[in-house]
Structure formats: structure tokens, C-alpha cells
């Protein structure tokens, strides 16, 4: 697990190959990511959308950028978590994942960025 905490928010990242929704001859390696994000702060937070930079091994980079996540711009309150599942398919086996979450304070409104720190995608047998 990777973890980063920055503006009382902490990221956590839990990162998961998926062998059955992949499909290697077509290179087509699914991996699953969990993030959970708590909020450390004293003060309810909104999440209002995203950042990520996705880099393959092959040589391809992508950004993704949008509003929330799977859907939702979720309000986290003190002292609570928010988690969610999503996914990402690279042509090669390896590859590399960070981002950033636009927060708003939801006393003050005001906006400040989380990063979300880097984790690498390896098709298991990979590692070896």
C-alpha cells in the first residue's frame, strides 16, 4: 500500500493486477486501484475533481482529468474516510500512476489541491 498525506488529507493506494479482465496476446493488462482518502482535518471537505498522469512503459503518457470520481464529488467530514475502486488498462505490464484532488473547505470554500502520490502498476510475474 502507498500512502501520502498533504493538506490533513491522507491518500491511500491499494493497487490490484486483474489476470481475468486482461488479455496479454492483445496487450491488454487491467490493473484496479482503491483509493481511500481521509480527512484530518478539523473541517468538512468536498472532493471536486481529479487530476491523474498515467505513464505506460511503452513510452505513452495520458492525463485524465475530471470532475470527481466514479461519479461523485463526495463530502468527506472530519475524522472520516471516503473509498472507491476504478481501473486502468496499459498496453505494456508496467507502468506508473500519480495525481492531485481538487478539495474545497466547505467552512472557508476556499480550494486547495491533494496530491495523490505515485504507485506502479506491474503485472505480477513481472516482479521477478
Do not use: C
Not at 8 to 30: A, D, M, R, T
Not at 47 to 55: D, E, G, K, N, T
Amino acid at each position: 500500500m502507498t500512502f501520502q498525506i498533504s493538506q490533513g488529507i491522507k491518500i491511500n493506494v491499494e493497487i490490484f493486477y486483474q489476470p481475468e479482465q486482461s488479455n496479454p496476446l492483445q496487450q491488454e493488462h487491467l490493473f484496479s486501484y482503491r483509493i481511500t482518502i481521509e480527512n484530518h482535518n478539523t473541517f468538512t471537505v468536498r472532493l471536486l475533481s481529479r487530476h491523474w498522469y498515467i505513464f505506460d512503459s511503452n513510452g505513452t503518457r495520458q492525463e485524465v482529468e475530471g470532475e470527481g470520481v466514479i461519479g461523485s464529488q463526495p463530502y468527506i467530514e472530519s475524522e472520516n474516510a471516503f473509498q472507491y475502486v476504478s481501473g486502468v488498462n496499459l498496453v505494456s505490464e508496467m507502468g506508473r500512476m500519480y495525481g492531485e484532488y481538487t478539495m474545497e473547505n466547505q467552512t472557508t470554500k476556499e480550494l486547495f489541491k491533494v496530491m495523490i502520490p505515485a504507485f506502479e502498476l506491474i503485472v505480477p510475474d513481472k516482479m521477478n
